[in-house]
């Protein structure tokens, strides 16, 4: 039982280099997103895809682009990174609306990020 | 502005003693609220919540309280267990928010045995 599987797991970019993680559940579930977690901040919502052919923003978008490539896939691309882009990188999945009864998030183990 | 707060940062406590994780939130659209455990290099694990209707969960060694009036959840762990060392977050939904849950900032929890 994989769950929601990320690649990579480390990564080190210059800044201006483009990037893009993917993430991959084999739950069969209907929504994936994507988190970002810094030091004092929690995870903070970057895109979501409640379903497949659909992303939404979160909070924190700028400078991210997504794709839900199929229902199982979902990718976050940098495609000009920056030092603030700095982070640990979370995917996540839900069978249905993040947060309601019996739909808790199941998370990746992480990307961690360094933008020199 | 945070719209979900954990204001300790870290929590030591004694094995078979109690821990009490504090959770404080603003937003009173919030309905619902999980609590996530996080270990090193690991991804956050789904651990309880409680929908806003009720002011009591319990599950085994984990019992979530809401406090509406004072927007003030907590989670009790008895008896703590060292296994039980992590980083925990409290999260909210709302109902206007769709996909979107808020987190806190985190409360490192040290059992020690």
């Known amino acids: 039982n994989a769950g929601v599987t990320q690649t990579p797991k480390f990564q080190v970019l210059k800044t201006g280099q483009s990037m893009t993680l993917q993430c991959a559940q084999d739950?069969?579930?209907?929504?994936m997103y994507w988190y970002r977690q810094d030091p004092g901040m929690g995870l903070r919502l970057i895109y979501y895809s409640a379903s497949e052919g659909t992303t939404d923003k979160g909070e924190v978008p700028n400078g991210y682009n997504v794709s839900r490539l199929n229902k199982r896939e979902f990718s976050l691309r940098l495609e000009s990174a920056a030092p603030s882009q700095t982070s640990v990188y979370f995917c996540a999945s839900s069978e249905a609306v993040a947060g309601t009864y019996n739909s808790p998030l199941h998370f990746g183990n992480g990307t961690r990020l360094t933008v020199t | 502005d945070q719209q979900v707060k954990q204001n300790s940062p870290s929590l030591s406590v004694q094995e078979g003693r109690i821990s009490i994780l504090n959770c404080d939130y603003t937003?009173?659209?919030?309905?619902?609220f999980l609590w996530y455990k996080k270990y090193p290099a690991e991804g956050p694990t789904f651990l309880i919540s409680?929908?806003?209707?009720?002011d009591k969960n319990e599950d085994g060694r984990f019992t979530v309280f809401l406090n509406k009036s004072a927007k003030h959840l907590s989670l009790h762990i008895v008896p703590s267990q060292p296994g039980d060392s992590a980083v925990y977050f409290c999260?909210?939904?709302?109902?206007?928010?769709?996909?979107?849950?808020?987190f806190g900032g985190g409360t490192r929890l040290m059992v020690k045995p």
């Open positions: 409680i929908s806003s209707i009720k």
């Open positions: 937003n009173s659209m919030f309905d619902y």
């Open positions: 999260a909210a939904r709302s109902q206007n928010a769709g996909n979107m849950l808020t």
């Open positions: 739950m069969n579930h209907n929504s």
